[in-house]
C-alpha cells in the first residue's frame, strides 16, 4: 500500500506494520498513573484505543491531558501501570521507541527545522542522512502520502515559506511516513482556519478508515462532538469515562469534566456598547521586517480608544505576532510609528516570551513589579510579599498545579495561560493587547478569560484583540479589523458583520 511506497531501504527503523488486512491497532493503557512533586497529575487510568476509531481526549486545564500523551510516546516513564500495544506490554523509553512501535504525536507547537525543506524534515524524524538517492525516495514518498490523505504539501518547499496549516501537515506526514499507526494531535485546530480544520478532520477520517487510530486532544466541544467516535474525559488525573460520541451531548461532557458545580454554567454574557474616548494606541504605517527578511507587517495603520475592544481576525501567521510583538516594544519597525499609553501584553508564546520557565510562580507573577514596593523595599527583595501577591492572583485567576519552587515551566498550559494574564492585568494599564488570550484554555478558563477582557473595556481602557478563533473576535469586539499577508485588508463594526465576507478575506480568497 502506498503508505509504504519508497520507505524500503531508506530508514534505519523497524519495518512498519503493514495496516491494511492485518487486525487494526489496539493501544491500552491499564491503572497507568504518574506524579510531579508528590501530586498525581494522571492518577490510574485505564482507557484502550482502536485502530479505525477517532478517540476524544477531554478534561479541564490540568487534568492531565498531556501528561497521558507523553506517556504514550515515552517522554514520561509512568510510575505505575502497563502501557499494551496489540497484547504485548511495552515500554517505551523515549519517542523513538514510540516511533519505532507505530505511536507518533504531533505537537501544538510545531518540531520543525525553519531553513530545512519539507522532505528534509521528514528525513530528520526518521534519522536518515541523506544522499540524492535517500532524498528522492523521501520526496516521492511524501507526494504519496500527501494525496493519498489530501494532505497536499510542496517536498522541496523550505519550512520557513509554510503556512501554519501546512506546517501542520509536514508535522502529520512526518508521523506518517515513519509508520505511526497511532497518531496524537495535541489542539491541531487551534491555529487553522475554519476551512482548514475540515480539510484536516478529512484526512483524519482517512486515517482511520485505513486502520489508523487518532487521539484528538480538544477544548472545543463542536470539535469533540463532531469529529470523533468515543471520547474520554480526564478530572483531576482521573477518568472521569469514556463513551460514544453519540451516546453523548455537552451537558453530559461538561457535567463529566468539571462535575456538577459548573455543568450548569450559562456561559453567554450579553455585549453592552459603550461609547469609545480618547484612543489609547496608535498605529501608523506601521511596516515590519519579518524574520525572513520579508515585510510581515505592511503599512499597517489602526487605532484603539479606551472602552473599545478592537479584534484582529486572522489565520495564525499573516503578521500578526510581529505586529504585536512590534507594539509591545519586542520588535523594532521599519518604519512607521507606535504611540501608546501604558500598555498590558500578554503575548502568545507563553514560555518564551512571557514567562521565566525555571523560576516558580511568585517570581514570575513579580516579574514586572519587583523593583518596587511591596516586592522590594530598599533595594532588597522581599520574597514573603512575592509570596503574597501570587497566593491572591492564583487564588483570583484560578490558576492551578503551582507548587511551592516548581519551575513555572511544569504547569499545564491552560494555566499558563492563566498566569500571565494574573500579572499583567495587576499591573497599571491602559490598554491591553492580548494574543490568542484563550488558546489552550477549558470551556470555563475561556469564559473567565473573556469576562476580564470584557471588563477590562468596561473599565475604561482599550484592548487589541488578536485571535484565530473567530467566533471569539465576534463575540467580544466592538470592530473587527481582518488580517492577510501583513496588511490590514478589512474593517467591520460589530453591527454590520458579513461573516462570509470575513472568511474570505481571512484567507485572500476575497477580490
Ligand atoms: N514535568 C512536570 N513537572 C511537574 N508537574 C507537571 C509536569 N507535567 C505536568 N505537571 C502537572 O500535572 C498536571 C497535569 O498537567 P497536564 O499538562 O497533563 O494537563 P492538561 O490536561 O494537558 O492541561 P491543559 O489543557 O492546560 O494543557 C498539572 O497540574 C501540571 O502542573
Ligand atoms: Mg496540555
Known amino acids: 500500500m502506498a503508505v509504504r511506497q519508497g520507505v524500503d531501504g531508506v530508514g534505519g527503523e523497524a519495518d512498519p506494520v503493514a495496516l491494511a488486512g492485518g487486525p487494526p491497532v489496539s493501544l491500552r493503557v491499564d491503572r497507568i498513573s504518574k506524579s510531579f512533586y508528590g501530586v498525581a497529575a494522571v492518577d490510574d487510568v485505564s482507557v484502550e484505543l ?63 527545522v525553519e531553513s530545512f525543506t519539507v522532505a528534509e524534515n521528514i528525513m530528520l524524524g526518521r534519522g536518515t542522512a541523506g544522499g540524492r538517492r535517500a532524498r528522492r525516495a523521501v520526496e516521492e514518498q511524501v507526494d504519496a502520502l500527501a494525496s493519498e490523505y489530501g494532505l497536499a504539501v510542496h517536498p522541496g518547499a523550505p519550512v520557513w515559506q509554510l503556512s501554519v496549516g501546512e506546517r501542520q501537515r509536514v508535522e502529520i506526514l512526518k508521523q506518517l511516513s515513519r509508520g505511526a499507526r497511532v497518531l496524537i494531535l495535541d489542539e491541531p485546530t487551534a491555529v487553522l482556519a475554519p476551512h482548514e480544520a ?103 495603520s489602526l487605532t484603539v480608544r479606551r472602552r473599545e475592544i478592537v479584534g484582529i481576525a486572522g489565520v495564525a501567521g499573516n503578521g500578526q505576532r510581529e505586529l504585536h510583538e512590534t507594539i509591545a516594544g519586542l520588535r523594532s519597525p521599519a518604519t512607521g510609528t507606535v504611540t501608546t499609553a501604558a500598555l498590558a501584553y500578554v503575548p502568545e508564546d507563553r514560555l518564551g516570551t512571557g514567562l521565566a520557565p525555571g523560576l516558580p ?115 467580544l469586539s466592538d470592530r473587527i479589523l481582518v488580517m492577510f499577508q501583513g496588511r490590514l485588508v478589512g474593517e467591520f463594526d460589530r453591527g454590520s458583520v458579513d461573516l462570509d465576507q470575513v472568511g474570505l478575506l481571512m484567507t485572500g480568497a476575497a477580490e
Open 361 to 475: 510562580i511568585e517570581h514570575n507573577l513579580a516579574l514586572r513589579s519587583f523593583r518596587r514596593e511591596p516586592h522590594a523595599r530598599r533595594g532588597v527583595l522581599r520574597h514573603r510579599a512575592m509570596r503574597e501577591t501570587a497566593t491572591a492572583l492564583v487564588d483570583a485567576f484560578d490558576v492551578r498545579g503551582a507548587r511551592d519552587g516548581m519551575p513555572v515551566s511544569f504547569m499545564s498550559g491552560g494555566n499558563l495561560q492563566k498566569a500571565i494574564l494574573a500579572r499583567e492585568l495587576s499591573e497599571a494599564h491602559d490598554v491591553l493587547v492580548a494574543a490568542a488570550p484563550t488558546r489552550g484554555l477549558d470551556i470555563a478558563a475561556a469564559e473567565a478569560v473573556r469576562r476580564h477582557l470584557r471588563s477590562e473595556r468596561d473599565e475604561g481602557r482599550g484592548v487589541l484583540l488578536f485571535s484565530e478563533d473567530l467566533g471569539e473576535v465576534l463575540e
Open 198 to 300: 475540515d480539510r484536516l478532520f478529512d484526512a483524519v477520517r482517512l486515517m482511520v478508515d485505513k486502520g489508523h487510530a487518532v487521539v484528538l486532544v480538544s477544548h472545543k466541544m463542536q470539535e469533540i462532538l463532531g469529529h470523533t467516535d468515543r471520547v474520554t474525559v480526564l478530572r483531576a488525573g482521573r477518568h472521569a469515562g469514556t463513551g460514544a460520541t453519540a451516546s453523548l451531548t455537552p451537558a453530559a461532557l461538561n457535567t463529566m469534566m468539571f462535575g456538577n458545580d459548573l455543568a450548569g454554567t450559562d456561559t453567554t454574557e450579553g455585549h453592552t456598547a459603550q461609547v469609545p474616548g480618547e484612543p489609547v494606541l496608535t498605529v501608523s504605517g506601521l511596516t515590519v521586517t519579518g524574520d525572513h527578511g520579508r515585510p510581515a507587517v505592511d503599512d499597517v
Open 50 to 112: 482502536h485502530g479505525g476509531e477517532i478517540h476524544g481526549l477531554l478534561g479541564e486545564n490540568g487534568a492531565g491531558k498531556s501528561t497521558l500523551c507523553s506517556m504514550l510516546v515515552g517522554l514520561y516513564r509512568p510510575d505505575s501501570g502497563r502501557i499494551v500495544l496489540d497484547g504485548d506490554e511495552v515500554h517505551l523509553r523515549s519517542p523513538d521507541d514510540a516511533a519505532a512501535l507505530g505511536i507518533g504525536m504531533v505537537y501544538q507547537h510545531f518540531r520543525l
